[in-house]
């Protein structure tokens, strides 16, 4: 092999992080499968939000003002319209639920949202606010939670000096609605694409509010978002998130992540790119990443992290035309003996494996 020189790589964990590429459903999408057109339809164009909230401590119900003022805002940031009277026109209702001490609602069901962080917990009995909406009153199967630090809001008001634990509740449950992300997932939930890519576009939203939206611009398989992943590959910090974004949305990923792999001129991102193209072609079927991954494994200057990863890669995609390219390049890494050498170990490992997957697939074929 002409260039078979090892070079040091970035330390970014991108090849790593990589592994949650190419989700072959995600759930944003897939739970929007559940709504008839009609309903798709008035999700996007949901404009204007009816926010109703409720606060119930142990002395009984509060005003939840405070939580309604934090909803409202919070909800402008994203561009819509909030009203806070029935009477008054609108398109979607959010209600918020709080409460000091949580009441158990039955069991949750295992998977998708359930297995989420912010999914409502049974095993909570502490201070939460619990979120739902409805659509044309009916109840949507979508809700969040979030909770404070401490499960018992007495104890806690009582190590602070707080007069009476449910104000202190509420007050602590406040401040974690005013971090939580709640405006973004209801605007991924909603298909609302564009919102997130203008605020992607601010210089006044922060670099982790940044990582959070592009994340959901992949679980929505927004392709719009396409281009606008592309530029912000340029920026390191938000890189490997692009990356993930990218991989979620299937196919119309491809062409993107084939020109990745053949010129970023950072190789974890052409490594990164060859481990993408491979999961979105096992996970699909889609052979058409075939061609560039060989052209990509045939090339005397492809580097040996990222010869790796294109080897995983047409394991993934059993097909005939890797058989004969991998049998060669087996050669020639054989004739290498340097068994110190970890990068050639596993590179090594990556071709024969896809070697077993591919000529096993072409025996049974």
Request: net charge neutral.
């Amino acid at each position: 092999m002409e260039k078979f020189s090892l070079q040091r790589s970035s330390t970014l964990p991108v090849v790593i992080l990589l592994g949650l590429l190419c989700l072959a459903v995600s759930p944003a999408a897939a739970y929007r499968e559940y709504f008839t057109p009609e309903q798709r339809a008035q999700l996007e164009h949901i404009q204007t939000v009816l926010v109703e909230t409720m606060a119930l401590m142990d002395k009984g119900s509060m005003d939840a003002g405070v939580i309604a003022d934090v909803t409202a805002l919070r909800l402008t940031e994203v561009g819509y319209t909030v009203v806070r009277h029935q009477s008054a026109p609108h398109d979607v209702v959010l209600r918020v639920k709080c409460e000091q001490r949580k009441t158990w609602e039955g069991t949750t069901a295992a998977g998708g949202d359930a297995d989420l962080p912010d999914a409502p917990s049974r095993l909570w009995k502490g201070p939460a606010c619990q979120l739902t909406y409805a659509l044309s009153g009916i109840k949507v199967k979508w809700q969040k939670e979030v909770r404070t630090e401490f499960e018992d809001a007495v104890a806690a008001a009582q190590a602070t000096q707080a007069a009476d634990p449910g104000v202190y509740a509420l007050s602590k449950l406040q401040e974690a609605l005013e971090k939580y992300e709640f405006p973004l997932l209801l605007a991924a939930e909603w298909g609302h694409a564009e919102r997130l890519l203008k605020l992607l576009d601010s210089t006044d939203t922060s670099q982790a509010r940044k990582l959070k939206i592009i994340s959901l611009l992949g679980e929505m398989q927004a392709n719009e978002a396409l281009p606008k992943l592309k530029a912000i590959l340029k920026d390191r910090d938000l890189a490997k998130q692009a990356l993930v974004a990218m991989g979620n949305l299937g196919k119309e990923g491809i062409p993107l992540l084939v020109d990745l792999m053949q010129s970023a001129p950072q190789l974890e991102i052409q490594a990164a790119a060859a481990k993408g193209l491979g999961q979105i072609g096992g996970t699909l079927g889609d052979a058409s990443v075939v061609p560039p991954l060989l052209v990509k494994l045939q090339d005397p200057k492809t580097e040996w992290t990222v010869l790796t990863e294109v080897a995983w890669a047409l394991g993934k995609i059993p097909d005939k035309r890797s058989i004969q390219p991998l049998y060669d390049l087996d050669k020639k890494l054989q004739a290498i003996r340097d068994p110190d050498n970890m990068v050639l170990k596993k590179l090594k490992e990556a071709v024969f494996w896809s070697i077993k997957q591919c000529d096993t697939w072409d025996q049974f074929s």
